[in-house]
């Protein structure tokens, strides 16, 4: 799919989560040497998210959605890959094998949405305690607030 | 430079026969060994949890190694990054960078936040270089708007001046810890203090010297003040003597070079492997610059070098950015001749915000002002990427919208979170002296690794 934007071209494609290891290699054979960017996103309250026409049939939108983003640097050229990842089987394959540059940023979304990636070397909580409960990015996650008390302020 | 055979380090032949739970630890030749294996078999990164190390404690056996922690409070970690390092002797094996105690959940936050308010965020994430941070986060809001075509001339080379000035301002900062890391600390004054020149200008243009909020969605706040262009001239001309003088302070220095030359060697392959962007992939002698490669704003309009290296080591990644300062200012040269007159923000009532004195006259003007600063302007739902250089790498923004005026999800990639994986590689096999210019040289700002 390419979505347009006042010129600039993004090339995103959808890709199931069965093939996903599969593209990025031939991705990667294909000249997309590094992967700059891997995250997530939770869709829990924004379910009405419109899939292009041509993978409407093969894709089933689920809750998470792993989102990479390739580039070629001799190509000069990026690619954006998005993953459904169901709440139900929340994990995926690593990518480590094919980029390793992944570690971080893989440990970083298990930390963050608690989607587990398979083949992983050291998959543990990167910027949250080790110990902590709950995956603070995921929408369902309790966000607590203190309320503020200005002393001695005129009201 | 002078070329330096280093891929073999003093002191490995000792080292080559450590054991570790992980079984024998063999330190092979560096072009031996292919970055998959290095990173996942031969071991530069330590495997292990926290806990798991706390129970290694009171263990004896024969060739023992050490495990140490460096940080999260030592004053060459750069704020609070903790290393763990695996020693043998004065050699480091393996190492884990522990990072996540700046963690603020900034990310999160900027779910709650307006695209309005947005920038008051993520400026504070990389706290070295605000600017780029901010108009990262304006560009791929601009492109959700469907807007990014349409910004002022004006406005898209203030945004250029800045961002060239901020990175000529992160590079000082840079040379000032490098230095005293190394151990000049005259070095540490002498880059604070043209730093804070640079940033004296930033005051008098955005009002403060750092996390600015300046450019916004849809231009920048305000327009350049008077006498602007003078105060930058007075910056370019004082500029190039004081870079001389570095160069005589550090760079022809022997005991700079030694310090430096063949330290933290990190290999095209593997900076590309493990997704490292900016001086550290430049130092490997791959030329790679958003700005030239993949120009947004009018980088295509605008001469300069990309400077890169040969070796790949500290020494290099030094000069890069050295060199860096001189290539941003031929730039901000460039822009000063450049600078068109006109609007400094779009006017597109729904984003921008009316001028003070409409407010007073018209009804609808202050309908919409309230209106912005209340609720915020909706994005059409949609998702957007949108990367640029910053001078520690590829920085880039990653917005969902739901339609509504925050961010469904905002996630920034921030290039120090992704370039301290270069770490271990680096001081695989170095002293523990050469670990602190290895930290030094990769230049994170824990602000915008942990956000």
Redesign the interface.
């Known amino acids: 799919m390419k ?1 347009f ?4 071209v ?1 090339d995103v494609r959808f890709v199931a989560k069965a093939d996903y290891l599969k593209q990025l290699a031939a991705l990667r054979d294909e000249g997309f ?5 891997l ?1 997530a ?2 869709y829990l ?2 379910p ?2 419109a899939l292009p026409a041509e993978v409407v049939d093969s894709i089933v939108l689920e809750r998470f959605e792993v ?1 990479v ?1 390739l ?1 070629s ?1 001799s190509q ?1 050229r ?1 690619v ?1 890959l998005r993953v459904q990842v169901a709440e139900s089987d929340a994990s995926i394959g690593s990518a ?2 094919l ?7 893989e440990r ?1 979304v298990f930390d ?1 949405f608690g989607i587990r990636f398979d083949g992983h ?2 998959l ?7 110990d902590w409960q709950g995956h ?2 995921r929408k369902d996650y309790a ?1 607590g607030s203190i309320p503020v008390q200005f002393k001695g302020a005129a009201s | 430079m002078t070329t330096t055979e280093n891929q073999t380090k003093p002191g490995e032949a000792e080292v080559a026969a450590a054991e570790t739970s992980e079984g024998r630890q063999e330190l092979q030749l560096r072009k031996d060994i292919s970055t998959k294996e290095m990173m996942r078999g031969s071991g530069a990164v330590l495997r292990m949890s926290e806990s798991e190390v706390a129970s290694l404690a009171g263990v004896q056996s024969e060739d023992q190694t050490m495990i140490i922690n460096m940080g999260p409070q030592h004053p060459s970690t750069h704020g609070v990054l903790r290393l763990m390092l695996e020693l043998k002797g004065e050699t480091v094996l393996r190492c884990k960078p522990v990072i996540g105690y700046l963690h603020t959940g900034m990310e999160k936050t900027g779910e709650s936040l307006s695209f309005m308010q947005g920038a008051t965020n993520v400026t504070r994430m990389d706290y070295a270089s605000p600017l780029n941070n901010e108009l990262v986060f304006a560009m791929t809001t601009e492109k959700l708007l469907g807007i990014d075509q349409d910004i002022p001339e004006r406005a898209v080379w203030i945004r250029m001046l800045l961002s060239e000035l901020n990175r000529i301002s992160s590079h000082l900062l840079f040379l000032a810890t490098n230095g005293m890391d190394i151990g000049a600390v005259s070095m540490m004054l002498y880059g604070l203090r043209e730093r804070e020149e640079v940033l004296r200008f930033f005051q008098k243009v955005t009002g403060l010297r750092m996390n600015h909020n300046f450019i916004r969605p849809g231009g920048v706040a305000a327009d350049l003040p008077a006498g602007w262009r003078d105060e930058v001239l007075k910056l370019l001309e004082s500029l190039p003597e004081r870079l001389a003088e570095y160069e005589i302070l550090m760079t022809g220095q022997p005991i700079w070079r030694e310090r430096l030359q063949g330290v933290g060697v990190i290999t095209r392959d593997e900076a590309i492997a493990l997704s490292a962007t900016g001086p550290i992939l430049r130092s490997t002698g791959l030329s790679w610059d958003l700005r030239r490669d993949m120009p947004y704003l009018r980088y295509d309009k605008v001469e300069f070098d990309v400077i890169v290296g040969s070796f790949g080591d500290a020494f290099d990644r030094y000069s890069i950015r050295l060199n860096e300062i001189r290539e941003s200012m031929k730039i901000v040269r460039q822009v000063l001749d450049a600078m068109p007159q006109g609007d400094y923000r779009i006017q597109d009532k729904k984003v921008t915000p009316p001028p003070r004195g409409r407010i007073d006259e018209s009804m609808e003007a202050l309908i919409h002002h309230f209106k912005i600063f209340t609720e915020g302007f909706k994005v059409p739902v949609g998702e957007a990427y949108v990367a640029i250089e910053s001078p520690r790498g590829e920085i880039a923004c990653y917005i969902a919208s739901d339609g509504s005026s925050t961010p469904y999800r905002m996630h920034v990639r921030a290039p120090s979170f992704v370039n301290i994986q270069s770490m271990p590689p680096m001081m695989r096999g170095g002293l523990v002296a050469d670990a602190v210019a290895v930290i030094s040289s990769v230049d994170p700002v824990l602000g915008e690794v942990d956000r």
């Open positions: 979505t934007s006042g010129g600039v993004d040497e590094m992967c700059v960017d995250t996103v939770d309250t924004h009405g998210r989102v983003n580039l640097l000069r990026r954006r480590f094998d980029y390793p540059g992944t570690e971080a940023m970083e963050m070397p050291d543990t909580r990167i910027l949250m305690p080790e603070p990015l966000q």
